[in-house]
């Protein structure tokens, strides 16, 4: 189990599946991972505090909760999560987590970030020697069940996204990063991501997913989500979905959290790439 130490009460247990969901391989997938399960745990505030380095943790007023779709991710990049993927993995059914990017709603292109942070260790992470950078408490345990829903962890991920946001959120690393996962196992189980794990391998209409993301949460609430597409073979291919969500974050309801989100780059129709197309 994650370890239940959140800033917030997240109140999540296993996601409950529609019955009628008959995604082959989904009880592979799911058998031994960890998911998040965060009832009864303590609330916690967490102080933001000045820092000598980059802005002040804590001034922000939204998160950006990044989701990747790795199939797609790998067939334009070949790092460890990578060369490690294969079909029965969580990852390679659902949106894996990128990040949950503390954000300021004026600043369009997420340059809040590295609050605290040693310009050396910045230089770290945008050079992208992630592995390279410093420990910062995450403990194993954390790292261990992350490693299902952020598969990144493979390529030192989890040091870029605390450097570069969790510093940012005044959570320690674990209820950061146990956030981001439990919020990635909830979306898992949403109508949006029930149809983007029944689509794998084929080409999809925009409409179509944005419709399934509306049968849950109203008419009109596409305008919540972003859809982020890439080239890949000269088509476009999912790449990333993000949702902007309210502070402080309400556990997993995200009908309590979704804000507008910035229009995505997708076209009318896209594929889902599935694991090992490239």
Known sequence: ??????????????????????????????????????????VRE???????????????DSYVLALSWLPGFCSLHH???????TSAQFSANN??????????????????????????????GENH?????????????ALNDLSTYMPGTASCLQNHEWYRHGSCSAMTPDDYFTAGAALTAKFAATSAGRFVSAHVGQTVQANDL????????????????????????????????????????????FAKMLRPSPGGNCPASFTIPAAGSH
Do not use: I
Request: with cysteine; hydrophobic share 40%; proline share 6%.
């Open 46 to 60: 967490a102080a933001s505090t000045p820092s000598d380095f980059g802005p002040r943790p804590g001034n922000f």
């Open 79 to 85: 790092t460890s999560e990578c060369s490690s993927l």
């Open 1 to 42: 189990m994650l370890h239940q130490t959140l800033v917030l009460v997240l109140g999540l247990a296993a996601p409950a599946l529609a019955a009628d969901w008959d995604v082959s391989g989904w009880k592979n997938q799911m058998a031994g991972a960890a998911v998040p399960s965060l009832a009864n745990v303590a």
């Open 95 to 124: 949106l894996s987590l990128h990040g949950l990017w503390p954000d300021q709603s004026a600043d369009n292109q997420h340059n809040y970030g590295y609050c605290g942070v040693d310009p050396k260790v910045r230089q770290m």
């Open 210 to 253: 944005l419709s399934a993301f509306e049968s849950q949460f109203g008419a009109g609430s596409r305008k919540y989500v972003s859809l982020q597409c890439a080239k890949v073979g000269g088509n476009s291919a999912l790449a990333e979905v993000r949702l902007v969500l309210a502070t402080p974050l309400q556990g997993t309801d």
């Open 129 to 141: 020697a992630w592995c390279q950078m410093p420990s910062f408490g995450l403990s194993a345990g």
